[in-house]
């Protein structure tokens, strides 16, 4: 199934609130469409995306989508803080919007458009300019935001609880430790802990509740993170109270302490991730979120459970193929994936290349069988040798998946045969992907048009990446 036919209802709403931008400024969505019809097609993966026209832009998320007019622009320039494809637009009545721009127009041609849209705009960052802006925003009326009820905060959680938790924590760091003496690749990343009465202080005087699970890592390392190859598994973000409230929240104090954002349930800013799943939290609530789809934030029920646990499981099975690898090197001898494995292997070497090819430990051949047992599903061939040698691969813009990653409760449909796929590697980045029929182990390429080939893992993920790598 592709992205787009997964989440049709997400494209409408964001449509939706789109066009109820614009009708709110009295503008004519349709036209705007046209002006920006370069960007208008978009799949969910990308719906952050800015569709940029002559006169205006549109801004697509599902949180705050948002019409641009050029001719409302007071100053638009580079951010100074991210220079990186991303302008900051601050409109006539002072609001600012941050644009990232991920399709093909450079910033200076983004600039270009505004100033031909709108002469008086300014244009550019310079120390002058922002005076003037400090000084501009000082004649503008403000109006009260609107309150709104914030409900109470959540529950402390039981002692017990928690003691568990930091049990639980503690292992987590051991196994780090652990792996990071087996492996040079593997990182272990702790820090000085925070004071927790300080912290408790100045979470009372600026009205910010903390989940008591963030709480307890901080009071044990002040910032976190486990990563193999400089691919983090689990990371928790560091936490300085001098900054946090700007730049964490992102929100202002004056907000933040007197309750008065109207759009306060929106308001999730992550505190790290784990197992490529970012945690949120609401500060105004210290309710706890886990985005296991993007922009879809489910509350987190049991810590302990959906997080701990699943990392501990992952750092074990982890321990345990690295101290069998010899056993597991020794027996792969005579795999047929060993010379294209060595190839990939010599392409970080390679300064023609510019290879940053990921590859990880072995899955032992038991493992694959008890897998294969377990589910009833038999393994392509190709892919089976190669999760022998390195389980996953990440190699020019092509991902192999790991065999943990395979996702069995949410196959693809081929768009011909209206038949069940999984999904064994992902292409380009965007929507094609390497799959194989679980009945008869046959391998296709879905592309991200809706069209279905006969697929070989060798070709469309090796020998495929080693061309992109020559074309860059």
């Known amino acids: 199934m592709l992205i787009s036919e997964k989440y049709p209802e997400m494209l409408e709403s964001v449509e939706k609130k789109l066009k109820e931008a614009a009708e709110k400024k009295g503008l004519d969505f349709e036209e705007i469409r046209k002006d920006t019809a370069a960007g ?50 601050v409109l006539l009545d002072g609001s600012q919007v941050v644009l990232s721009i991920e399709d093909k127009a450079k910033p200076e041609e983004i600039l270009k458009r505004i100033s031909d849209a709108n002469p008086d705009a300014m244009i550019g960052y310079s120390e002058e300019k922002h005076n003037k802006f400090k000084e501009y925003i000082k004649t503008l009326k403000t109006e009260e935001p609107p309150k709104k009820a914030v409900p109470d905060p959540v529950a402390k959680l039981p002692q017990e609880r928690i003691e568990s938790m930091q049990k639980k924590f503690e292992q987590i760091i051991e196994l780090g430790q652990r792996l990071s003496e087996l492996s040079k690749k593997w990182k272990l990343e702790i820090h000085e802990p925070v004071d927790v009465k300080e912290l408790s202080k100045w979470c009372e005087s600026n009205g910010v509740y903390l989940p008591d699970v963030y709480t307890m890592i901080l009071a044990r390392t002040n910032g976190f993170g486990i990563s193999y190859d400089s691919i983090d598994y689990i990371n928790i973000y560091h936490f300085d109270v001098n900054d946090t409230t700007k730049d964490m929240y992102q929100r202002t104090r004056e907000e933040m302490l007197g309750r008065e954002y109207d ?15 970012m ?34 499981h992952y750092f074990e099975t982890q321990e345990r193929r690295l101290s069998q690898k010899d056993q597991t090197k020794d027996a792969n001898k005579s795999n047929p994936m060993m ?16 290879s940053d090819a990921v590859l990880f430990e072995p899955v032992p051949k038991k493992e694959i069988t008890a897998w294969e047992k377990k589910n009833a599903i038999k393994l392509p061939k190709d892919y089976k040798n190669w999760l022998m040698l390195s389980n996953g691969l990440e190699f020019a813009d092509k991902i192999v998946y790991k065999l943990e990653e395979l996702d069995l409760e949410n196959p693809v449909t081929g768009p011909e045969d209206g038949k069940e796929y999984i999904v064994i590697a992902s292409l380009s980045g965007a929507s094609d992907c390497l799959v194989f029929d679980p009945a008869t182990k046959e391998v296709f390429e879905l592309t991200d048009d809706g069209k279905m080939r006969t697929g070989d893992f060798v070709y469309h993920v090796i020998q495929a990446g080693f061309e992109y790598l020559k074309d860059e």
């Open 40 to 89: 208008i097609n978009f799949e969910v993966e990308s719906y952050g995306i800015l569709s940029f026209g002559t006169k205006y832009a549109l801004k697509r998320t599902p949180v705050e989508p948002a019409v641009i007019v050029y001719s409302e622009i007071y100053w638009a320039c580079e951010n100074p803080d991210d220079p990186m494809n991303c302008l900051v637009a």
């Open 263 to 277: 759009s306060y349930i929106n308001c999730k800013p992550s505190l790290g991730w784990s197992n490529h799943q």
């Open 279 to 312: 945690l949120h939290y609401n500060p105004y609530t210290g309710e706890l979120f886990i985005e296991r789809e993007r922009y879809k934030y489910d509350p987190v029920e049991d810590f302990e459970k959906e997080v701990l646990d699943v990392a501990i």
């Open 339 to 354: 010379k294209w494995y060595n190839k990939v292997l010599a392409s970080k070497d390679d300064p023609e290349l510019n």
